[in-house]
Nanobody, 127 residues
Framework: QVHLVESGGGLVQAGDSLRLSCAAS????????MGWFRQAPGKEREFVAT????????YYTDSVQGRFSISRDNAKTTVYLQMNRLKPEDTAVYYC????????????????????WGPGTQVTVSS
């Protein structure tokens, strides 16, 4: 069982930066692939970024490539999402998720594969 809690959301202007954090409970954090997803009003939840259990494999959706950076600190059982050059279209509730996998190198973009989810944190980017 993994309990996830996101923090760091807020209201910013276009071009600003935010750093989201996701604190996880449990002693086996490094065995989970972690992902960030987001959901805007009236839209489906979409993949943003994922990082493997050992932190050595990372993948982003095209719309955030070069602006967002995912990282993790397994000692602190926390995953981060650094968001730079934010745009109004980045406005959404951001969720972190954990996927128990067999390989420490695995990444996952499919939200249906994730086992645990946080409650989300709101990010609003004004123009």
């Amino acid at each position: 069982q993994v309990h996830l809690v996101e923090s760091g959301g807020g209201l910013v202007q276009a071009g600003d930066s935010l750093r989201l954090s996701c604190a996880a409970s449990g002693r086996t954090f490094s065995t989970y692939t972690m992902g960030w997803f987001r959901q805007a009003p009236g839209k489906e939840r979409e993949f943003v970024a994922t990082i493997s259990g050992n932190g050595g494999n990372i993948y982003y959706t095209d719309s955030v490539q070069g602006r967002f950076s995912i990282s993790r600190d397994n000692a602190k059982t926390t995953v981060y999402l650094q968001m730079n050059r934010l745009k109004p279209e980045d406005t959404a509730v951001y969720y972190c998720a954990a996927d128990r996998v067999a390989s420490s190198w695995a990444v996952q973009t499919d939200r249906l594969s994730y086992d645990y989810w946080g409650p989300g944190t709101q990010v609003t980017v004004s123009s």
